[in-house]
C-alpha cells in the first residue's frame, strides 16, 4: 500500500463499504476471469437487490397500468407510482409532488424544458447561457431551440484547471438572458461550478436557472429549494436505480405556464375533436403509459440512499477522489483534466503516447471498467485541445483498493508502451 494510500484510509470516516457492495450483487463478479473493478459510475451505476427486488416484485405480484383502472391491481400500482414521486420530492426537497415529472432521463428532462418553456417564452434574440463544462444534453436542444426561435447561445468559459469562470459569466449575462443552464457536477471532469452565486446572478439579471443534476445528485444531498433553482433534472440510472426514468423537477408557476411536451393519454382532462383541455402538472408533461415499474425502483433507490448517512458516503467518495488524484499524479506521462479543488469524485486523465482507447483496452483485460472517449462532452475536450480522456467514476461502492488496482493496471500499460 502506498503513502497516500495509507493516510487515505485513515481519513475514511464510518462507512462500512464492504457491506454496501454485498447490496449489489455485480460487483461479485469478474471480467476476463478478473475481480470486477467497476469505475464507469458516471455513465451509469450499478443496482442494489433492493432495486432489483423492487423491480421484480412490481412484475411478480404489483402491476398494471396506471390512473386509469378500477381494479385492485391497478390501484396498487397507481399507488407505488404516485409514492415514488413523492419519494423523489423529498429526496430533492420540492415543496411539492406535483412538481415532480417523470421523463426518460436528464436528457428528455431537458429537452421538454427546451421545447416547452423555450418554445413558448423565447423570442429570437433571448439569450441562453450554458457553460463549457455541459453534456451534450445540455447543449444540443438549446441549440435545436436556437434552429427553430432564433435564441443566441453564450458559453461560459472555464479556465486551465478546468473552473468556471464567475467573472465571464457576469460579463455574458444581460438583459436578454432568459435561462442559465449549468451542470451541477462536469460527468467529463468531475468539476462542480458554483452553483449558488451562477443561480443568484441569474435571478437578479430576470433570467431562470436549469441545473444538470445528473452527475450532481448522486454525490450529494440536494435540495432544490434552498438551491432556488427553477428547473432540476437527474437520471435515475446514475442514481443506482433503473434505467429510462429521470426526473424534472420545475417550480409550481413554471410548469402551470408551460404547453405540454407531447400529447396522448393520461395528459388530458378532456378531449373533442374540437378542443382538448389539458391536464395540469405534472399529468400534462407524462403522456402515455409511463414506466411505471422503473419510478418504483428509482422510489427504492431512493430509499436505499436514505438508509445509508450520504455525509459519510460524500466523505468516503471524497476520499477515493483523494487518493485516486494523488496515485495518478505520481504516474509519469499522466496528466488529470479538471483540477479545481471544488470537484465530485471523477478523475479524467491523458497518458502520454498512449490513446484512451488502448489504456481503456488494457485495463478491461485487469478487469477495471473506465470509460474513453470524449464522454457526450466534446466542447470541454476542444477546449483542452484533446479527442477524448480515460475518466475513472466513483461510486459509493468504490474502496480505495479498487483506485490501487487502477494504478497499478496504468503501470503495466506503462511497462506496455515504454
Ligand atoms: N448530463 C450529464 C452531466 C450527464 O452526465 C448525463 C449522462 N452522461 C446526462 C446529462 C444525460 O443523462 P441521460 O443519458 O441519462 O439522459
Known sequence: MTGASTAARRNVPAFDVEAVRREFPILSTTAHGKKLVFLDSGASAQK?????????????????????????????????????????????????????VFTKGATEAINLVAATYGVKFLKAGDEIIVSALEHHANIVPWQLLRERNGIVLKVVPVDDTGAFQ????????????????????????????PIAAVTRLAHA??????????????????????????????????????????????????????PPYQGGGDMILSVSFEATEFAPPPARFEAGTPPIADAIGLGAAIDFLNGLDRAAVLAHEEALLAHATAALSAIKGVRLYGTAPDKAAIVSFTLAGVHPHDIGTILDHEGIAVRV??????????????PGTVRASFGLYNTLDEVDALARGLAKVREIFG
Open 166 to 193: 464567475l467573472d465571464a459569466y457576469e460579463r455574458l449575462l444581460s438583459p436578454r438572458t432568459r435561462i442559465v443552464a449549468v451542470t451541477q457536477a462536469s460527468n467529463a471532469l468531475g468539476i462542480k461550478p
Open 48 to 100: 442494489s437487490r433492493a432495486v432489483i427486488e423492487a423491480i421484480s416484485s412490481v412484475y411478480e405480484s404489483r402491476y398494471a397500468n396506471i390512473h386509469r383502472g378500477v381494479y385492485q391491481l391497478s390501484q396498487f400500482a397507481t399507488e407505488a407510482y404516485e409514492a415514488a414521486r413523492v419519494k423523489v420530492q423529498r429526496f430533492i426537497g420540492a415543496g411539492s409532488p406535483s412538481e415532480i
Open 205 to 258: 439579471a430576470g433570467a431562470i436557472v436549469l441545473i444538470d443534476g445528473a452527475q450532481g445528485v448522486v454525490h450529494e444531498p440536494v435540495d432544490v429549494r434552498a438551491m432556488d433553482c427553477d428547473f432540476y433534472v437527474f437520471s435515475g440510472h446514475k442514481l443506482y436505480g433503473p434505467g429510462g426514468i429521470g426526473v424534472l423537477y420545475g417550480k409550481t408557476k413554471l410548469l402551470e405556464a408551460m
Open 373 to 386: 472517449g470524449h464522454h457526450c462532452a466534446q466542447p470541454i475536450m476542444d477546449r483542452f485541445g484533446i
